[in-house]
């Protein structure tokens, strides 16, 4: 797998990225993917902050209402990939040009200058092209991985369980097919080899929509088994199987059927209440237009723990 360029220092709560000298990407300042635009936007150089990169693309996204709380779900997801060891594309705390709104800005996980050129691939382009029924409601689990095989992308059994173990501890419910992928980098020969893309659009995570007056509920000990009970992959085994889409039992299922995989998942599950606090305590340390309350933390740490020791002791 094509590494992700990983900055070398956590973003700080005196660097949030301020987007007023960035430039639009000439050939594409809106990004044609998703609900909602996003804009793409260019890093000056030298880099403002030594977490970017000079010159490189990054992809700025303005959630609004009662989605505003993916901000945190996308930089979160980050930090929490980093800690277990899962690619997933840079995030950090920004405020829009002109305007100063807040945003969370995400670094294009391809393009880099002194690496070879890259397309990405969304696995729904594969799917059709292998004339796979799709399911916008729940997809398949079996047929993910069955394209994945066909399209001879590297080690895509270990991507799936890492990010299986990933989704299942976050709380992501949107890995449909046009938030997976694959990368082409082309070769001698005009020979193409396909790796998988890093888990990408995480912005479903983490309880995003539970407003503060609900986290209470949902911090004891009960209410935390209730909502991890509720949460369910974008993908059942099957195409619309709802029943084998929760979380645990999607990951416990994979674990069986799939050989050789269930030590990936538990690595990724296996985050220490340590690690968990300070990942917690660090959102809390930002003065920023989206706060990241006590409350929330508190929510977040107990469902991180809940869904580790849930995920751990379902897999074999």
Known sequence: MMPIAEPKFRQLPSEVV???????????????????????????????????????????????????LQIWSEVLAYEFGRSVGVPVPPAFLATGPRNGSPGVLIEFFYGYVDRPPTRL????????????????????????V????????????????????????????????????????????NLVTYSMAPAYDNGT??????????????TEP???????????????????????AQHINLCRLFAER????AGTMKRVANIHNE?????????????????FTEQRA??????LRARRDALLAALP
Not at 134 to 141: A, F, P, T, V, Y
């Open 121 to 144: 691939i969304h696995g729904i382009e594969r799917l059709q092209a292998y004339r796979f029924s799709i399911n916008h409601k729940r997809g398949s689990l079996k047929d993910n």
């Open 275 to 291: 690690e968990v606090n300070d990942l917690v305590s660090w959102c809390r340390t930002f003065d920023y237009s989206v706060p």
């Open 18 to 68: 301020n987007l007023n000298d960035w430039e639009p990407d000439n050939e594409f300042p809106i990004s044609p993917m998703g609900q909602k635009p996003k804009r793409i936007l260019i890093c000056p150089s030298p880099a403002p902050h030594r977490f970017l990169i000079g010159g490189h693309r990054y992809l700025f996204k303005e959630p609004e209402g009662r989605s505003l």
């Open 258 to 261: 799939v050989r050789g995989v």
């Open 205 to 218: 995570s983490f309880g995003y929509l539970l407003p503060e007056s609900k986290l209470p509920a949902y």
């Open 222 to 244: 009960e209410g935390v088994q209730a909502y991890l009970a509720g949460g369910k992959h974008h993908c059942g085994w099957v195409s619309g199987d709802s029943s084998t």
């Open 298 to 303: 508190q929510f977040v740490a107990a469902q």
């Open 146 to 189: 069955e394209v994945c095989r066909f399209q001879k992308a590297h080690d895509s059994r270990f991507w799936w369980a890492q990010t299986l173990s990933f989704d299942a501890m976050i709380g992501n419910t949107d890995r449909h097919s046009e938030n997976w992928g694959f990368l082409a980098v082309p070769g001698e020969n």
